[in-house]
Structure formats: C-alpha cells, structure tokens
C-alpha cells in the first residue's frame, strides 16, 4: 500500500482548514475572496479514492500486503428505526443481510471485512470510537457543513432536491456522522449501507405500489463519487440479475446520486467509495413469507458479494455457480399449481425459468412478475411456454411429476426419476 495515497484524505481535511481560515480572514476583499473560495472549492472535492486506487491496492492485497477495508453497516439501531410491515421490522432484515454478506465477503482473502453491528451488539471499535469522540464528530459535521453551506452560497456547488429522507433523531445522525469519521481515520476503502426501501404513502398494513432495487450514491461533485459510481454499477448489474429495479420515479434509473444521505456522505464528510442498497420494498411479497425472505436475503446478499467482486475482476468464483444465484441447484419434490403462495418451490420455479428467459413472460417487467413465491398468472404464463419448449403436455402452466423431471434434470444437481414415479 503507497502510504501517500492513503494520506491524500488528511492532506484534504488540511488544506480545508487552511482554505476556510484564510477565506474568512479575507472576506472584506471579494475577488480575493472568490479565489478563495473557488480553491476552496478545488480541494474540498479533491478525489478521496478513485476505482484505479482502488485496483492497485486490490493487486497488493492479492500479493499480501494490506487488504481492501470494508465496512458494513446495516441501517438503523438496536431497537429502534426504520420501517415496518405487519410485524417485520427494517432494522431486523438489514442485520440478516448484513451477517450474510459479511461471511461472503470474509471469504476472500484480500478483504478485511468490519462489521458495524450484529444481532448481538455494535462493533465495539466504532461504539467506543462514537462515545469518546461525541464533541468531535459534531464538530466535524459543523465544519464540513459550513464549507458547504459557504461554497453553495457562493454558487460553486449545486445544490438540488432530490428524494426526500426522513429526519433522523439527534443521536442517530451523530452516529451517522461517527461512522463517517470513524471510516475516514480506519482508511475504510469501502462502506456498504444495508437498507430496505418503504412506500410513505401507502396504508397502514398494506402494500404500497413501489417495488425493486436502489442503489443510493454520493452526488457527482464529492469526493467518493466517481468510485462510489463505479462500484454501484458493478454491484447493480448483479443485483439486477433476477430482481427488478425500483419503479419509484426518483430511483428508475437504479442507481441515484444524492447530496443529502448522511450515510453517503452528507457535506463530503465520507472518504470511502459507499453504497446504500435499499434491497426492494419491505412489503414486497418475497421478504413477508419467512421461508421465501430467507432464500431472497440469501440470493441479494451473494448478488452483492458477487458485484464487489467483478468491480475488482475476480471471475473464477462466479465459475462455480453458473446460475449465478444462491437459489439454484433446487430440487422440487411437490406439484405446484396457481394460486400457491409464499412458497419457497415456487420462489426456485420462478428463479430457474428466469435463467432460462422465461420469466417475466414477454411483456411484463420484474416490477409486474417478481421473484417472490407467489403462484400467479405470471408464473403460470412462464410454465406453459416452459412446458411448450420441452413438449411437455398438456402445457397447462400445472407443474406435475414431468415437468418437476424436466426442472429437476435441468435445475438439480441430483436428479433421479424414481423420485418422482416415472
Ligand atoms: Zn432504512
């Protein structure tokens, strides 16, 4: 690792006190102010990490030097925060995808992989981090929100409305903030925001009409943004693999630029390249039914894992699994018919036809035909044009013993037709 790369985050936070100093030591001159500030400017955005840093140090982790740091924070407190939906709470799914990921991510030997909380308890590093440096982290948050405010004033730097987010409580956004200073003195090279998305217009119990994936990023003008961008390419293609992208109008595009988030880095307080992946809406049918929220948990978090990896060109892996899916192998052992739902075999039904084009049938996104368990027209549709390619018949959209044959040779790693009366 080149330590001056590493220390380029400290000659920024430098350079930004310096900057801010002289700018109001000279703001009775103002042309000479408007060169201060457009340094100010300079070095407030200077990049804190770029993908080719990035790479190089991959490259050196992979001959042993220091790994690539990664943080990984799932959204919310212990007990409180976040949405809900019928009894399931945010905070707790964000954990069970958070564990998951970590254990993959801890797989490979170039990364060191933090946690930043667990069922069980917070990262104790960070807590302890948090509680001694309380007066710190709010004054770092003030002197990085000054620059920005003085550098919007200023017209430098654009300032737009983008989704809106819910005010979080003084002792979250602290906390928040900690993180940030926290990953910024640990060189953390990558963060990773764990969160599932909620439709604040909906009824109470009920559904709203949003579903799918969004990757939030720091907007385009911060210092973590252009590797932030590419990660978050990396990481949505894979992601985008069997699950739809938010069909909400400010996150169609799937990956969205924000200057707001804390946890992207509000104010430039974030040197690490960071992602916010809201996993899908919580009131989608897949994470309500416990047995098909597993298998999903499951397949987003290896999707991730798997995006990580292809930002840093690591292919052999991924050979392993050609159906590039926690879901499959699957074997189907029952018949399966409309109307089934939260049921895992259907959850696998829909996954296998998916990776063979299938599913969604022709005309329908992954918004109007998820992954989810749920046996509906759609995954009728998708069964009868499955059953019409092997001439199975009738192609009636009713998986039977044939059909479950045909899946299980195509689809199982040990199929047998004595398992299913043939
Ligand atoms: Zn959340």
Not at 1 to 23: A, D, G, Q, W
Not at 126 to 133: A, D, G, P, R, S
Not at 404 to 419: G, Q
Request: charged residues 25%.
């Amino acid at each position: 690792m080149l330590p001056f790369v590493r220390n380029k985050k400290y000659i920024k936070y430098y350079l930004l006190v310096v900057s801010t100093f002289l700018l109001f030591s000279i703001i009775s001159l103002s042309d000479i102010r408007l060169d201060g500030i457009k340094n100010l400017a300079g070095v407030f955005f200077v990049d804190s990490i770029t993908k080719e840093e990035l790479e190089k140090d991959y490259a050196l982790a992979e001959k042993g030097n220091d790994k690539i740091k990664i943080l990984i924070a799932p959204g919310h407190d212990e007990g409180r925060g976040g949405t809900e939906f019928r009894g399931i709470k945010e905070r707790d799914l964000n954990i069970e995808m958070a564990e998951i990921l970590t254990r993959l991510l801890r797989k490979e030997g170039e990364f060191e992989v933090s946690l930043s909380r667990n069922k069980n308890e917070y990262h104790k590093g960070i807590q302890t981090y948090i509680e001694e440096n309380y007066d710190e982290i709010k004054d770092f948050r003030k002197e990085y929100k000054d620059t920005m405010d003085s550098l919007v004033r200023s017209g430098l730097v654009d300032t737009r409305n983008g989704v809106e987010h819910n005010n979080a409580p003084n002792a979250t956004v602290i906390r928040l903030y900690g993180i940030n200073k926290w990953a910024n003195e640990n060189d953390i090279d990558i963060v990773i925001h764990i969160h599932f998305n909620d439709h604040s217009g909906r009824r109470y119990n009920q559904s709203g009409k949003y579903s799918g994936i969004t990757i939030y990023i720091p907007e385009k003008q911060f210092s973590n943004a252009k590797a932030s961008l590419a990660l978050a390419k990396s990481v949505f293609k894979r992601l985008s693999t069997y699950s739809a992208t938010s069909n909400m109008p400010l996150e169609r595009k799937g990956i969205v630029e924000d200057q707001e988030l804390i946890a992207t880095g509000a104010y430039n307080t974030l040197d690490p390249a960071v992602l916010l992946i809201e996993y899908g809406y919580i009131y989608e049918a897949q994470f309500i039914n416990p047995k098909t929220r597993t298998l999903a948990i499951e397949d987003l978090a290896l999707q991730t894992y798997f995006g990580v990896l292809d930002f840093f060109g690591k292919k052999e892996l991924q050979k392993n699994n050609i159906y590039n899916t926690a879901t499959l192998p699957y074997l189907w052992n029952d018949n399966l018919k409309k109307g089934v739902r939260g049921n895992k075999d259907v959850f696998a039904l829909q996954t296998a036809l998916a990776f063979q084009f299938f599913y969604p049938p022709t005309q329908k996104s992954k918004n109007d035909c998820p992954v989810n368990g749920n046996f509906g027209p759609c995954t009728a549709r998708a069964v009868i044009d499955f059953q019409k390619k092997y001439n199975i018949e009738p192609a009636s959209g009713f998986v039977g013993p044939i059909t479950r044959f045909k899946l299980n040779t195509l689809f199982s790693t040990t199929p047998e037709a004595s398992d299913y009366g043939l």
